[in-house]
């Protein structure tokens, strides 16, 4: 059972433009939402995460908006820059003192043209 | 780099091989994973072990084996693999504290199964 749907699989956008990646959830538990960054070649990194406890979160150019109703979480990249190009995955956990599992998105694959 | 590494970076084997993936984290953490990453399907949790202890085996066949012979070390033993296992590999790490969630990915092994 697919608990965390990410969407679109593939975006496009012009260097200077809005990237938008949409992230929908099951479990209501969860308490933690990351989104981590894969270059090719490398594994992922964690670029930006929320808590449920806040309907936004900013860090630079990026920001993850929190739909707890909706249970929807989404990341928004401004001016987004050919260097942002790279698969993009949302992820879901619930805090545990034995380690976190996190339960990813299917990934977004976002390019960035000049 | 993330302070996780793996080796081999690269690995062809056939399916009456036997061989094994290595990661190594240098950031003090306790709690070690093996994820694997398909094409165009979400990260797979495999193995989470917490303190050297497996805290979950997330229904992987048993021609995968893993090992963790210390907080720093994790193994993963390969034998009589399938084609359909070809896919990466990779090695998480995170502190085994409640509320802190982030995991430190590896490069990844990328695994060719003939």
């Known amino acids: 059972q697919q608990q965390v749907k990410q969407s679109p699989q593939s975006l496009i956008v012009q260097k200077g433009g809005i990237s938008i990646i949409n992230c929908a959830y099951e479990n209501t538990a969860f308490d933690y939402f990351p989104w981590y960054q894969q270059f090719p070649g490398k594994g992922p990194a964690l670029l930006i995460a929320i808590r449920p406890d806040v309907s936004e979160k900013k ?24 260097g942002d190009s790279a698969t993009y995955f949302c992820a879901a956990s619930i805090g545990e003192t034995s380690g976190s599992r996190l339960t990813f998105g299917e990934g977004t694959q976002l390019t960035v043209n000049p | 780099e993330t302070g996780v590494t793996q080796t081999p970076r690269h690995l062809v084997m056939g399916m009456t091989n036997k061989k094994s993936l290595k990661c190594e984290q240098h950031l003090g953490h306790n709690a070690m994973y093996w994820y694997k990453q398909s094409a165009k399907k979400p990260l797979e949790l495999m193995f989470v072990y917490n303190f050297k202890e497996q805290t979950e085996n997330n229904s992987v066949p048993s021609r995968f084996s893993p090992e963790c012979p210390n907080s720093s070390h994790l193994f993963l033993h390969l034998h009589t693999l399938q084609p359909e296992d070809s896919a990466l590999y990779l090695c998480a790490s995170s502190r085994a504290l409640a509320g802190d969630n982030e995991q430190f990915f590896g490069p990844g092994t990328r695994l060719t199964v003939l």
């Open chain 1, 59 to 82: 860090e630079g150019r990026f920001t993850i908006s929190f739909n707890k109703s909706a249970k929807q979480f989404s990341l928004h990249i401004m001016d987004s820059q050919p």
